[in-house]
């Protein structure tokens, strides 16, 4: 299922209809500030599984991370970091960063990384901020990789369905998408480190 949602004025009705999927565990492709990326609700265990699956990796081999709405939602995901870092997160979110964050007791374990840690992120797209504020839960988000050998990520969504279309149960088309992932943040020691290069200086 192909679904067009308008990028800068998301229709509600659309978003309900998405976040209904997810609701009901089902798996979806969607727009971002960087990559389009492949999400379900973080809890459950089955679209969480399936996802795996389907990029062909092992769960405890996997680098998936949760999309929040807001910082509200993202302090319920997390726990024990500075004033600091508090800082940093406000200056660079929304933005094309994902975090690295202590997980807390909210996070299920099968997403925790090593080291009870877990990626967070807060896109500067409005499309996948409604629905994860219309689901009221965060979402699972893994890139979108492209078979090609020098285009890395695939940024047209009508070519994902093509190719995701029986794996996934809706492809979001938001309009073209780009092909630079995310910074990747460590803010688990006292000072933060940068550990993948991506779009976005962030300010430390």
Request: charged fraction near 25%.
């Given at each position: 299922?192909?679904?067009?949602?308008?990028?800068?004025?998301?229709?509600?009705?659309?978003?309900?209809?998405?976040?209904?999927?997810?609701?009901?565990?089902?798996?979806?492709?969607?727009?971002?500030?960087?990559?389009?990326?492949?999400?379900?609700?973080?809890?459950?265990?089955?679209?969480?599984?399936?996802?795996?699956?389907?990029?062909?990796?092992?769960?405890?081999?996997?680098?998936?991370?949760?999309?929040?709405?807001?910082?509200t939602?993202?302090?319920?995901?997390?726990?024990?970091?500075?004033?600091?870092?508090?800082?940093?997160l406000?200056?660079?979110?929304?933005?094309?960063?994902?975090?690295?964050?202590?997980?807390?007791?909210?996070?299920?374990?099968?997403?925790?990384?090593?080291?009870?840690?877990v990626?967070?992120r807060?896109?500067?797209?409005?499309?996948?901020?409604?629905?994860?504020?219309?689901?009221n839960?965060?979402?699972?988000?893994?890139?979108i990789?492209?078979?090609?050998?020098?285009?890395?990520?695939?940024?047209?969504?009508?070519?994902?369905?093509?190719?995701?279309?029986?794996?996934?149960?809706?492809?979001?088309?938001?309009?073209?998408?780009?092909?630079?992932?995310?910074?990747?943040?460590?803010?688990?020691?006292?000072?933060?480190?940068?550990?993948?290069?991506?779009?976005?200086?962030?300010?430390?």
């Amino acid at each position: 299922m192909l679904i067009k949602i308008h990028p800068e004025n998301p229709d509600p009705r659309k978003i309900k209809k998405v976040a209904g999927i997810l609701d009901d565990g089902g798996v979806i492709i969607y727009p971002t500030d960087t990559v389009y990326g492949m999400g379900c609700d973080i809890f459950n265990s089955k679209a969480v599984e399936r996802i795996a699956r389907i990029k062909g990796i092992r769960m405890k081999d996997h680098d998936f991370s949760l999309i929040c709405h807001d910082f509200t939602h993202l302090s319920n995901y997390t726990k024990h970091f500075s004033n600091s870092i508090f800082k940093m997160l406000k200056k660079n979110l929304p933005g094309p960063f994902t975090f690295i964050l202590p997980a807390s007791g909210s996070v299920p374990r099968l997403l925790q990384r090593k080291k009870k840690t877990v990626g967070i992120r807060i896109p500067d797209n409005p499309i996948i901020l409604k629905i994860v504020t219309e689901l009221n839960r965060p979402i699972l988000t893994t890139s979108i990789y492209d078979d090609d050998e020098v285009v890395e990520y695939t940024t047209d969504p009508e070519l994902i369905h093509e190719k995701f279309e029986k794996l996934v149960d809706a492809v979001i088309d938001g309009g073209f998408g780009g092909n630079v992932p995310s910074t990747v943040i460590d803010c688990t020691n006292e000072e933060p480190a940068i550990i993948r290069e991506g779009k976005g200086v962030p300010e430390l």
